[in-house]
């Protein structure tokens, strides 16, 4: 990718994408590529900034749509470290209260949840019903 380079690596079974340089429209749909294909959907993916100087909006966009598919399956996509020209973009765009930002890795993996349990309670309200049995109420009033 012009001006920027993306390297991966995995920390607590969570995918980790660092950033380092400058990334603007150039760059978008390659970024695009490279982290639509490395985001899970219901997985968590860490985007490591603190060695990117430089985003403008459209590479915005290839974070965002990498978070609507981590988010699909209950994922998501945290932002670690991003400096203050990234933070002012995510404000600017609208997006700073749509993603998690955190200080650093350590604390964007310490903060992911851990899995769910296998059986959710929606998921066992529909499995009920499909046997012919009524599902639990959600109002737990029959």
Do not use: K
């Amino acid at each position: 990718m012009p001006g920027v380079e993306l390297s991966t690596s995995a920390c607590d079974g969570h995918v980790v994408v660092a950033l380092r340089g400058e990334l603007d429209v150039a760059g978008a749909p390659e970024l695009q590529a490279a982290i639509t294909a490395l985001v899970a959907r219901g997985e968590y993916m860490v985007i490591d900034m603190p060695a990117l100087d430089f985003i403008d909006c459209r590479p915005l966009g290839a974070l965002v749509q990498a978070r609507v598919l981590a988010r699909r399956g209950g994922g998501d996509v945290v932002l670690a470290a991003p400096q203050r020209h990234a933070r002012r973009v995510l404000a600017v765009t609208g997006q700073d209260e749509a993603f998690w930002v955190q200080a650093n890795v350590a604390a964007a993996i310490a903060g992911i949840p851990r899995r769910r349990r296998r059986y959710s309670w929606r998921r066992l309200a529909v499995r009920t019903a499909r046997r012919g049995r009524a599902a639990p109420s959600r109002t737990g009033t029959g």
